[in-house]
């Protein structure tokens, strides 16, 4: 995605197309398969001879929406002396194919062309020559084409000095970078005009903002950021998709907001790169705005923006309108089928998840590895044991999918959870490809739901020869404990891990107040209502021993590091956020509470209390799925 942010488009008339008018028939080809039986007829009359005829041929098959590359290749090599606009068109339709063999043959191809020496390389060749030396991360060959473009008298063409500076920039060689960025924006200054020149200068400014993005060195990034002169839609988007796609969720909406202050409107590609941090973080009505935005501004929500809007529904626990949004979707891509089904099965709608996929079958549209994912999570979390078999059976006999870890690790938890231990177990040591922690997580959590001490102990061992660092295998095995009431064992577990300095990832939610992220760690006390949060977690705490609720004592042990904190006080941050949301708004209004772990059950049995007493819709995400807790009751059926 980075890359299509600061993509330094070939600006559509960057290469002269032939004026089809001559050959009007060509442009008018719906289909490669259009396209050979005209090339058929031209070759019958002759007409293919007209190099401009076999120029428009190879243009189509190369660079149109119907474009085959292997197709295209051949039209090139029977070509006699092809001249410079077909060598830039087969090199281009080769370095932006996305493939790296195919896009080292495209620097192949300029080798070649160079080779021949018929034709020189122009200010076109170069740029898809730097595209694929970039894609491909060889800088060397790079270096050596930046020697060529001084050699061929173009280090003054902004558009191939973009381009150089790019190339550099995904190599990582940011001196390079920055060395032509100082000489080429200083010329530039001096040769400002009019506002003209100032665009190409933006256009360096947000390579080397990029760069640095992409280095994951944010603070450099920023500060050039914000000392750019001037910025373009395309700087703010570079931003943002930077902090998005590195887990700086915060960061990326902040500087949305930031930019909605300003004079640019956020474009297409702003709502695309901003809208998976804001799934992220469960914030839903920033997403909402984002929505409204696109539709109010006409910006087509095609696959791709509608993809992303369902993802965003989904996760922030909105399955309605992610539905919705699916609905109206023209054309529908493979993604967009995928992040609905990935969506029903978080919300643990494993029917509508698998009908969702058979609709896809029906349409003709190949499913991914990614679906299978969606699909078979949809199962586990129903327990829908055989037909996750069939599925996983299917995927690779049938569809020909090579099953990835994350596969395996639906299989093993969908026959954990569903009680079959023994089979799990084995399915594990069968896997032809090692098993991760995950993994060996899922069956060792199977085991404590199940009560299977022995397997527990065994997965435990292998888990802590496997990460003997990671706090989960420990806290898995003295859950298991636990729920046996296995005290002595669990005080055994502890001093082990206190003896090796483990600590247990810290718990941490979100809650989404009028668009501001509000964040909770366990005892949080930091926050600047944290007094009357605390009444109001007591006065919960109240109200749930008056309805004889007694808190699950085996969760409360469980949070070793917090042992001194250890009381009835003791609160998880999903309890803290809810406490929190209740105060900051008015009655009747649903609470959505994002949560980095998996929930607890003694939260979970408050949550279902909760929503109860306090006539409250409360949807929680967890790290592995949602939570609808209403009257009392929870959309999982506790099966979780
Ligand atoms: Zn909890
Ligand atoms: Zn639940």
Redesign the pocket.
């Given at each position: 995605m980075n890359s299509s942010v600061i993509y330094i488009p070939n600006s559509t008339n960057s290469i002269p197309t032939h004026p089809s008018s001559l050959f009007p028939q060509v442009s008018k080809c719906k289909s490669i398969r259009h396209l050979t039986q005209l090339h058929a007829s031209f070759i019958k009359t002759g007409q293919i001879h007209d190099p401009l005829a076999a120029a428009e041929i190879l243009r189509f098959s190369s660079l149109s929406d119907y474009r085959e590359i292997d197709y295209a290749y051949k039209v090139f090599r029977r070509m006699h002396r092809p001249n410079c606009f077909s060598w830039n068109t087969i090199i281009r339709a080769f370095a932006e194919n996305g493939e790296d063999e195919k896009a080292i043959m495209g620097i192949l191809l300029f080798c070649e062309m160079l080779d021949h020496g018929f034709v020189r390389p122009n200010m076109f060749t170069f740029p898809s020559v730097l595209k694929a030396c970039a894609e491909t991360g060889r800088v060397e060959e790079g270096k050596q084409v930046h020697g060529m473009v001084v050699k061929f008298g173009l280090d003054g063409d902004e558009f191939v000095i973009s381009n150089l500076m790019r190339m550099y920039a995904v190599c990582g060689v940011m001196e390079d970078t920055n060395s032509l960025f100082c000489k080429n924006i200083v010329e530039d200054v001096s040769r400002v005009i009019d506002g003209k020149k100032e665009e190409s200068n933006i256009v360096l400014w947000n390579v080397m903002v990029d760069g640095y993005v992409r280095q994951g060195s944010f603070n450099q990034a920023r500060k050039l950021f914000d000392e750019m002169p001037q910025r373009s839609v395309v700087s703010w988007n570079v931003m943002i998709s930077g902090y998005a796609q590195n887990g700086n969720f915060k960061e990326a909406i902040d500087m949305f907001y930031e930019m909605q202050m300003g004079e640019l409107p956020p474009n297409y590609v702003t709502l695309v790169s901003v809208l998976p941090a804001i799934s992220r973080l469960g914030a839903l009505e920033v997403g909402k705005w984002v929505h409204l935005y696109a539709e109010k501004n006409g910006i087509e929500i095609d696959d791709v923006l509608g993809s992303a809007l369902i993802d965003m529904y989904s996760k922030c626990g909105s399955i309605e309108k992610a539905i919705q949004v699916f609905g109206r979707i023209p054309r529908k891509n493979v993604i967009t089928w995928s992040a609905m089904i990935g969506g029903l099965a978080l919300h643990g709608r494993a029917i509508e998840a698998l009908d969702c996929f058979q609709r896809m079958n029906q349409a003709g549209i190949k499913p991914s590895d990614v679906v299978y994912i969606g699909v078979l999570s949809a199962c586990s979390h129903a327990g829908l044991v055989q037909e996750g078999r069939e599925l996983f059976n299917h995927m690779i006999n049938v569809v020909g999918l090579e099953p990835r870890i994350e596969h395996y690790g639906c299989m093993v938890d969908l026959l954990g959870r569903a009680g079959f231990l023994k089979e799990a177990e084995e399915f594990i040591m069968n896997m032809p490809v090692k098993p991760d922690d995950v993994i060996w997580k899922a069956l060792l959590g199977a085991c404590k739901m199940h009560q299977n001490v022995e397997m527990g102990k065994r997965v435990a061992k292998k888990l802590m020869g496997m990460t003997p660092h990671d706090s989960g295998s420990y806290v898995g095995l003295s859950n298991l404990y636990a729920s046996l009431g296995n005290w002595e064992a669990v005080a055994g577990v502890r001093l082990k891990m206190r003896e090796m300095d483990i600590r247990k990832d810290p718990?941490c939610s979100w809650i989404e107040l009028d668009g501001a992220i509000h964040e909770f760690v366990v005892e949080d006390e930091f926050h600047p209502q944290a007094k009357e949060i605390h009444s109001m977690l007591e006065e919960i705490s109240e109200k749930l021993r008056l309805l004889d609720y007694r808190p699950n004592t085996t969760?409360v042990l469980l949070n070793m590091d917090e042992e001194d904190k250890e009381s009835a006080l003791h609160y998880?941050s999903?309890?803290i956020a809810v406490a929190f949301g209740l105060i900051s708004t008015s009655p009747g209004t649903p609470l959505r509470i994002v949560k980095n772990l998996r929930?607890?059950e003694?939260?979970h049995a408050s949550m279902k209390l909760i929503s109860k007493i306090y006539k409250r819709r409360i949807v929680v995400r967890d790290r592995k799925r949602f939570h609808h807790f209403k009257n009392g009751l929870c959309s999982c059926n506790d099966y979780w």
């Amino acid at each position: 995605m980075n890359s299509s942010v600061i993509y330094i488009p070939n600006s559509t008339n960057s290469i002269p197309t032939h004026p089809s008018s001559l050959f009007p028939q060509v442009s008018k080809c719906k289909s490669i398969r259009h396209l050979t039986q005209l090339h058929a007829s031209f070759i019958k009359t002759g007409q293919i001879h007209d190099p401009l005829a076999a120029a428009e041929i190879l243009r189509f098959s190369s660079l149109s929406d119907y474009r085959e590359i292997d197709y295209a290749y051949k039209v090139f090599r029977r070509m006699h002396r092809p001249n410079c606009f077909s060598w830039n068109t087969i090199i281009r339709a080769f370095a932006e194919n996305g493939e790296d063999e195919k896009a080292i043959m495209g620097i192949l191809l300029f080798c070649e062309m160079l080779d021949h020496g018929f034709v020189r390389p122009n200010m076109f060749t170069f740029p898809s020559v730097l595209k694929a030396c970039a894609e491909t991360g060889r800088v060397e060959e790079g270096k050596q084409v930046h020697g060529m473009v001084v050699k061929f008298g173009l280090d003054g063409d902004e558009f191939v000095i973009s381009n150089l500076m790019r190339m550099y920039a995904v190599c990582g060689v940011m001196e390079d970078t920055n060395s032509l960025f100082c000489k080429n924006i200083v010329e530039d200054v001096s040769r400002v005009i009019d506002g003209k020149k100032e665009e190409s200068n933006i256009v360096l400014w947000n390579v080397m903002v990029d760069g640095y993005v992409r280095q994951g060195s944010f603070n450099q990034a920023r500060k050039l950021f914000d000392e750019m002169p001037q910025r373009s839609v395309v700087s703010w988007n570079v931003m943002i998709s930077g902090y998005a796609q590195n887990g700086n969720f915060k960061e990326a909406i902040d500087m949305f907001y930031e930019m909605q202050m300003g004079e640019l409107p956020p474009n297409y590609v702003t709502l695309v790169s901003v809208l998976p941090a804001i799934s992220r973080l469960g914030a839903l009505e920033v997403g909402k705005w984002v929505h409204l935005y696109a539709e109010k501004n006409g910006i087509e929500i095609d696959d791709v923006l509608g993809s992303a809007l369902i993802d965003m529904y989904s996760k922030c626990g909105s399955i309605e309108k992610a539905i919705q949004v699916f609905g109206r979707i023209p054309r529908k891509n493979v993604i967009t089928w995928s992040a609905m089904i990935g969506g029903l099965a978080l919300h643990g709608r494993a029917i509508e998840a698998l009908d969702c996929f058979q609709r896809m079958n029906q349409a003709g549209i190949k499913p991914s590895d990614v679906v299978y994912i969606g699909v078979l999570s949809a199962c586990s979390h129903a327990g829908l044991v055989q037909e996750g078999r069939e599925l996983f059976n299917h995927m690779i006999n049938v569809v020909g999918l090579e099953p990835r870890i994350e596969h395996y690790g639906c299989m093993v938890d969908l026959l954990g959870r569903a009680g079959f231990l023994k089979e799990a177990e084995e399915f594990i040591m069968n896997m032809p490809v090692k098993p991760d922690d995950v993994i060996w997580k899922a069956l060792l959590g199977a085991c404590k739901m199940h009560q299977n001490v022995e397997m527990g102990k065994r997965v435990a061992k292998k888990l802590m020869g496997m990460t003997p660092h990671d706090s989960g295998s420990y806290v898995g095995l003295s859950n298991l404990y636990a729920s046996l009431g296995n005290w002595e064992a669990v005080a055994g577990v502890r001093l082990k891990m206190r003896e090796m300095d483990i600590r247990k990832d810290p718990g941490c939610s979100w809650i989404e107040l009028d668009g501001a992220i509000h964040e909770f760690v366990v005892e949080d006390e930091f926050h600047p209502q944290a007094k009357e949060i605390h009444s109001m977690l007591e006065e919960i705490s109240e109200k749930l021993r008056l309805l004889d609720y007694r808190p699950n004592t085996t969760q409360v042990l469980l949070n070793m590091d917090e042992e001194d904190k250890e009381s009835a006080l003791h609160y998880h941050s999903e309890k803290i956020a809810v406490a929190f949301g209740l105060i900051s708004t008015s009655p009747g209004t649903p609470l959505r509470i994002v949560k980095n772990l998996r929930v607890c059950e003694d939260c979970h049995a408050s949550m279902k209390l909760i929503s109860k007493i306090y006539k409250r819709r409360i949807v929680v995400r967890d790290r592995k799925r949602f939570h609808h807790f209403k009257n009392g009751l929870c959309s999982c059926n506790d099966y979780w």
